[in-house]
């Protein structure tokens, strides 16, 4: 019988439709079970996985706060713009030649430029111009182009000629600081931008009832700085016309108060803000902290204060001073040919005489000029921040070499930055208390609430009686037989010290054909000091000595600091002070 | 017969016990209940008409975003299945008043007519998507020939061995498979030349289904599995679409931007579902992520907006509707009946549990629609048509008919009296013996309704 004929007994179809239901049931639970196990057991990890691939976080930019100074003026801003895109998606054909035209005219851009953007699609988002104000989207908003949206950023403003660019510094392009004080304060001005997550499914729609956690942006907060805008400008365009007088390869000039604060700090060369391509780094450095340079003259007055402080000597101690002194194998000499003179102390720094100097440095000796170097803030950081700062370099006292003491003691073989050598002076005018320099006054929040930086540090480094001592010498250094006559202002009792030390030629890194560095550091009133002003001024060419080359600018900036900052004069007479033994 | 005794017994205890109050007495009589004539048809529109709501209301929530994105109307693809149910709807009431008779008369042209269309698509057909069936296209409208085939298949299925069986013939397995095997094997044939995997198998399960129900031989069941999953093997291998979706079921973090993609996307959308969903309208999956999300995962979309409540309410009633399809089956005196009744079932619940198994990552994915949820008119005209046949089935109960008949003539029905079938409403009664029956089964009953009328 072949298969197919094979007779069979027929099952029973009501069994087999019972087996049926139980088998459709038993399947029927092992799906419901399944259920279970994906939507109530391991529901949350499909759904944190979902979640991850439609998740996006939309920053929400927020406003950079701006940098003032002591009186509110601003040194940089942010000013809200809108950024113009495109949606081509979006952009109907009929009206894409009218947008393309009206795209390309109103931001003088290129037409086929604008149409390859047009009609990029399917991109939901190109940038047809960037910086637009407001005013300008508003009008090309009215014009209602379909596709055509504008996104609010901000844009950084450095108003022209504060002349403080290299201290404020700029921006990169995403807004965060980079270079001076936009970058050592940045995380006080950028504020936190806000955060907007949304769900985005896969066409890049947003996806509408999914609601996105927010958070807020918080502005920047505006900081305050100690900087005066108006003596900051003048400072900035004294210096930059004697240097370019003078041909000087750089200079800076501080202005600042005896307790710290910074009311000026201008460096030469500049750039401009608003052209930061085309400057070159060496423009941009602040060079008021990044450049090192032996102080020279302008050093003495720690070894005197540091003698004097330590009951060694006293401002009318006569010393034998001859036109040159030899120690080791090295010969020092005066700048100027003399005779062997009686010289009291007062005398010494008053004309500034090397090897005077280097005999009151040798009673202080090497250890306690090294500590007292210092106590005046040598050999460390100004804790100003600022980018690029070169402290200096001050060399412990177990390594100094023979000649070492007598060079240090009027300034030689050891380098400090502007801003160093400025609070030397700044302390003395203090009383002798040295407060660390400071640049910032505080910060302004949202609800315009000032809120002072931390008081700066203060230590004392000599007593107020050795401070007044140094103070009376330092304005017999711009009475009729200091080397500063040229200093005086008409009217105030001004004190100060010039200072001419050799420079190394950065390019080679030795003296030879690296000129010579020239400072002028005072202060005024000289019984009551309100105002400290240091110039420097890096290989003047000509045959300036001394304080000359930096000494006018002293004056000039000086003159303006104290007519704009409305200090008057003390209307007292300066005392008699001995320089010379009494014949 | 049996059936005159059972069901008086039924009715009677159900009448009495509605007189008192309270849940337990409801449920002491839910035994009865099950017992009722009418369970059977009133578990199958119940089912069947929520389904079709609740696809209604899901293929709009996910298919608003990729009509909107296509057409620039979220109500697009909708609209189209607005229409599909409002041509379904029309033939399933229709079928529901058919007599058995029809829709033995309607088997063997409906298995011509899906085979031409089958050959027409196989060979003019338009193919969409990856490795996705061929659709054929009829004056703007796109069909789906394949559906349509599955329930032409069960009616002639259920109609050749239901005829054997009257004719005795069913002795040999030479009965059993001709013309039923070639016949089947044809329509698989065909549709498998329109790359539809899942359609094949649902045929081959319900081919399988009357043969178990008619009371085939194990040893020949066997024999048919074996062949099925052989053919299996050999279309998986064969096409290499196919490997990747079988392959990428067991591991879709294998491959998730590749060929576990979708099946990944339809777990994402339940887990993100969790226990009561993000609500209806509220999917994210539907948001481009998750492909097709209106026809093949519609499930994995009703996951996510209606939670595991969703999911086990559909599974649930997918299960009541098995139930009472089988109930009409175990229920039926006459082979036709009860061969139908199961063959519809099995097509309908196997398409459901095909679908939802794939969704849920226990099948490799397949391609074929939820019943009578999923979008598309191809499959939901044939599936509410099926339902209204076995609304029709389950009317033929001898016992129902007696039930409704009590009642007398519905409004439908009165309003398609000018087709004529009342009279041929109760087929059978033109035959002599069971017209006797019939009459004599009646009057008892309409007492007990007016009764219950009074109450």
């Known amino acids: 019988m072949p298969p197919l004929r094979r007779t069979f007994r027929r099952g029973d179809?009501?069994?087999?439709?019972?087996?049926?239901?139980?088998?459709?049931?038993?399947?029927?639970?092992?799906?419901?079970?399944?259920?279970?196990?994906?939507?109530?057991?391991?529901?949350?990890?499909?759904?944190?996985?979902?979640?991850?691939?439609?998740?996006?976080?939309?920053?929400?930019?927020?406003?950079?706060?701006?940098?003032?100074?002591?009186?509110?003026?601003?040194?940089?801003?942010?000013?809200?713009?809108?950024?113009?895109?495109?949606?081509?998606?979006?952009?109907?054909?009929?009206?894409?030649?009218?947008?393309?035209?009206?795209?390309?005219?109103?931001?003088?851009l290129d037409r086929d430029e604008v149409a390859a953007k047009v009609g990029a699609e399917p991109s939901r988002y190109e940038v047809i111009a960037k910086n637009v104000s407001p005013a300008e989207w508003t009008e090309l908003d009215g014009l209602g182009l379909p596709g055509v949206g504008a996104l609010t950023d901000y844009k950084r403003v450095y108003p022209e000629e504060t002349g403080a660019a290299d201290l404020i510094g700029f921006t990169g392009s995403d807004g965060r600081g980079l270079e001076g004080l936009e970058g050592v304060l940045d995380d006080t001005l950028a504020g936190e931008p806000g955060e907007h997550q949304v769900e985005i499914g896969v066409s890049g729609t947003q996806i509408p009832m999914a609601k996105g956690l927010v958070k807020e942006p918080v502005a920047g907060k505006d900081v305050r700085l100690t900087l005066d805008q108006d003596v900051q400008w003048h400072a900035q365009q004294a210096l930059a016309e004697r240097a370019e007088e003078l041909d000087a390869e750089s200079g800076s000039v501080i202005v600042m108060r005896p307790t710290g604060e910074i009311v000026a700090m201008a460096d030469y060369p500049t750039y401009s803000p608003s052209d930061i391509e085309g400057s070159d780094r060496e423009d941009r450095s602040n060079g008021a902290v990044a450049e090192a340079f032996e102080p020279g003259s302008t050093n003495k007055v720690i070894t005197a204060a540091g003698a004097l402080e330590e009951g060694l000597t006293t401002p009318e101690t006569v010393y034998t001073v001859p036109y040159s002194i030899q120690r080791y194998d090295q010969t020092f000499k005066d700048s100027h040919q003399h005779e062997t003179q009686r010289m009291t102390l007062n005398g010494i720094i008053a004309q500034s005489s090397n090897v005077g100097t280097i005999q009151v440095?040798?009673?202080?000796?090497?250890?306690?000029?090294?500590?007292?170097?210092?106590?005046?803030?040598?050999?460390?950081?100004?804790?100003?921040?600022?980018?690029?700062?070169?402290?200096?370099?001050?060399?412990?006292?177990?390594?100094?070499?023979?000649?070492?003491?007598?060079?240090?003691?009027?300034?030689?073989?050891?380098?400090?930055?502007?801003?160093?050598?400025?609070?030397?002076?700044?302390?003395?005018?203090?009383?002798?208390?040295?407060?660390?320099?400071?640049?910032?006054?505080?910060?302004?929040?949202?609800?315009?609430?000032?809120?002072?930086a931390e008081e700066p540090r203060q230590e004392r480094v000599i007593s107020a009686g050795t401070a007044g001592e140094i103070q009376l010498m330092l304005e017999a250094v711009t009475g009729d037989e200091g080397t500063a006559a040229e200093a005086r202002i008409p009217g105030y009792?001004?004190?100060?010290?010039?200072?001419?030390?050799?420079?190394?030629?950065?390019?080679?890194?030795?003296?030879?054909?690296?000129?010579?560095?020239?400072?002028?550091?005072?202060?005024?009133?000289?019984?009551?000091?309100?105002?400290?002003?240091?110039?420097?001024?890096?290989?003047?060419?000509?045959?300036?000595?001394?304080?000359?080359?930096?000494?006018?600018?002293?004056?000039?900036?000086?003159?303006?600091?104290l007519k704009t900052m409305k200090i008057p004069p003390t209307d007292t007479e300066p005392p008699n002070i001995r320089l010379f033994e009494d014949k | 017969m049996a059936v005159s005794a059972s069901a008086p017994s039924a009715a009677g205890t159900g009448g009495a016990g509605t007189a008192r109050d309270g849940s337990r007495v409801w449920l002491r009589e839910l035994p009865q209940v099950r017992n009722r004539p009418l369970?059977?048809?009133?578990?199958?529109?119940?089912?069947?008409?929520?389904?079709?709501?609740l696809g209604l209301t899901m293929v709009l929530s996910s298919s608003m975003v990729d009509s909107f994105t296509e057409t620039?109307?979220?109500?697009?693809?909708?609209?189209?299945?607005?229409?599909?149910?409002?041509?379904?709807?029309?033939?399933?009431?229709?079928?529901?008043?058919?007599?058995?008779?029809?829709?033995?008369?309607?088997?063997?042209?409906?298995?011509?007519?899906?085979?031409?269309?089958?050959?027409?698509?196989?060979?003019?057909?338009?193919?969409?998507?990856?490795?996705?069936?061929?659709?054929?296209?009829?004056?703007?409208?796109?069909?789906?020939?394949?559906?349509?085939?599955?329930?032409?298949?069960?009616?002639?299925?259920?109609?050749?061995?239901?005829?054997?069986?009257?004719?005795?013939?069913?002795?040999?397995?030479?009965?059993?498979l001709l013309p039923l095997l070639p016949g089947c094997g044809v329509l698989v044939l065909l549709v498998l030349l329109g790359t539809d995997l899942g359609t094949s198998f649902v045929l081959l399960s319900t081919f399988l289904a009357l043969l178990w129900v008619v009371g085939a031989p194990s040893k020949l069941l066997v024999g048919m599995i074996g062949l099925v999953a052989s053919l299996a093997t050999i279309m998986v291998a064969v096409e290499s679409f196919r490997v990747a979706r079988i392959t990428s079921f067991l591991n879709p973090e294998a491959d998730p931007t590749g060929s576990g993609y979708q099946l990944l996307h339809g777990l994402y959308a339940l887990g993100t579902g969790g226990l009561f969903g993000v609500g209806i309208g509220g999917s994210r999956e539907k948001w481009g992520f998750l492909p097709h999300p209106e026809s093949d995962f519609i499930f994995a979309i009703i996951g996510e907006e209606l939670g595991l409540i969703g999911t086990l309410v559909v599974v649930g009633l997918f299960g009541v509707l098995g139930y009472a399809g089988l109930?009409?089956?175990?229920?039926?005196?006459?082979?036709?009946?009860?061969?139908?009744?199961?063959?519809?079932?099995?097509?309908?619940?196997?398409?459901?549990?095909?679908?939802?198994?794939?969704?849920?990552?226990?099948?490799?994915?397949?391609?074929?629609?939820?019943?009578?949820?999923?979008?598309?008119?191809?499959?939901?005209?044939?599936?509410?048509?099926?339902?209204?046949?076995?609304?029709?089935?389950?009317?033929?109960?001898?016992?129902?008919?007696?039930?409704?008949?009590?009642?007398?003539?519905?409004?439908?029905?009165?309003?398609?009296?000018?087709?004529?079938?009342?009279?041929?409403?109760?087929?059978?009664?033109?035959?002599?013996?069971?017209?006797?029956?019939?009459?004599?089964?009646?009057?008892?009953t309409q007492v007990r309704a007016r009764r219950n009328r009074q109450r």
């Not at chain 1, 054909?513 to 001024?537: H, N, R």
């Not at chain 2, 369970?39 to 709501?53: K, M, P, Q």
């Open chain 2, 72 to 176: 620039g109307s979220a109500f697009s693809l909708f609209q189209k299945q607005i229409a599909a149910a409002a041509v379904g709807l029309p033939l399933m009431v229709l079928a529901s008043h058919l007599p058995i008779k029809a829709f033995r008369a309607v088997g063997y042209p409906a298995v011509l007519i899906s085979s031409a269309l089958l050959i027409i698509t196989a060979f003019k057909g338009v193919e969409y998507g990856y490795g996705a069936v061929r659709w054929l296209e009829i004056g703007g409208i796109t069909v789906q020939a394949s559906e349509p085939a599955k329930l032409a298949f069960a009616l002639w299925g259920a109609n050749v061995l239901a005829r054997k069986e009257e004719l005795k013939q069913l002795v040999e397995w030479r009965q059993l």
């Open chain 1, 13 to 108: 179809p009501q069994r087999r439709i019972r087996l049926a239901g139980v088998l459709m049931t038993v399947v029927l639970v092992l799906f419901a079970g399944r259920l279970i196990q994906i939507q109530g057991i391991d529901a949350a990890t499909y759904a944190s996985e979902a979640a991850d691939l439609r998740l996006s976080t939309i920053t929400i930019p927020t406003t950079r706060g701006q940098i003032t100074d002591v009186n509110g003026n601003a040194l940089a801003l942010s000013t809200e713009v809108r950024t113009v895109f495109v949606d081509p998606v979006d952009v109907p054909d009929d009206q894409r030649a009218k947008i393309i035209g009206e795209l390309s005219e109103r931001f003088d």
């Open chain 2, 327 to 444: 109930r009409v089956a175990s229920r039926a005196k006459d082979p036709f009946t009860r061969l139908a009744a199961t063959s519809v079932t099995a097509w309908i619940v196997i398409q459901a549990l095909v679908n939802i198994g794939t969704v849920i990552g226990v099948l490799p994915i397949t391609g074929i629609p939820l019943p009578l949820v999923s979008a598309g008119g191809s499959s939901l005209i044939p599936t509410m048509a099926g339902m209204g046949i076995l609304l029709a089935l389950a009317k033929a109960e001898p016992d129902a008919r007696k039930a409704l008949a009590a009642r007398g003539p519905s409004r439908v029905q009165r309003a398609l009296s000018w087709l004529g079938l009342q009279n041929t409403g109760s087929g059978d009664a033109k035959r002599p013996g069971a017209a006797t029956q019939a009459n004599n089964a009646s009057r008892p």
């Open chain 1, 493 to 561: 009792r001004v004190a100060g010290k010039t200072g001419t030390a050799n420079r190394v030629d950065p390019e080679t890194g030795e003296y030879e054909g690296g000129g010579y560095t020239s400072t002028f550091v005072g202060f005024a009133p000289a019984d009551a000091p309100e105002l400290i002003v240091q110039v420097v001024l890096h290989g003047p060419e000509g045959t300036y000595h001394g304080g000359e080359a930096a000494t006018p600018v002293f004056t000039d900036i000086m003159s303006f600091g």
């Open chain 1, 361 to 452: 440095g040798e009673q202080l000796g090497a250890e306690s000029l090294y500590d007292y170097l210092g106590k005046f803030g040598f050999g460390k950081p100004t804790g100003l921040d600022l980018p690029g700062e070169n402290a200096g370099i001050l060399t412990d006292p177990d390594d100094w070499w023979g000649t070492q003491l007598p060079s240090i003691s009027f300034g030689h073989g050891l380098s400090v930055n502007a801003v160093q050598m400025a609070s030397v002076y700044a302390t003395i005018a203090n009383g002798g208390v040295r407060a660390e320099p400071t640049l910032v006054a505080g910060t302004v929040g949202e609800d315009k609430e000032f809120t002072p």
């Open chain 2, 39 to 53: 369970t059977s048809y009133y578990l199958i529109f119940g089912s069947s008409a929520l389904l079709i709501a």
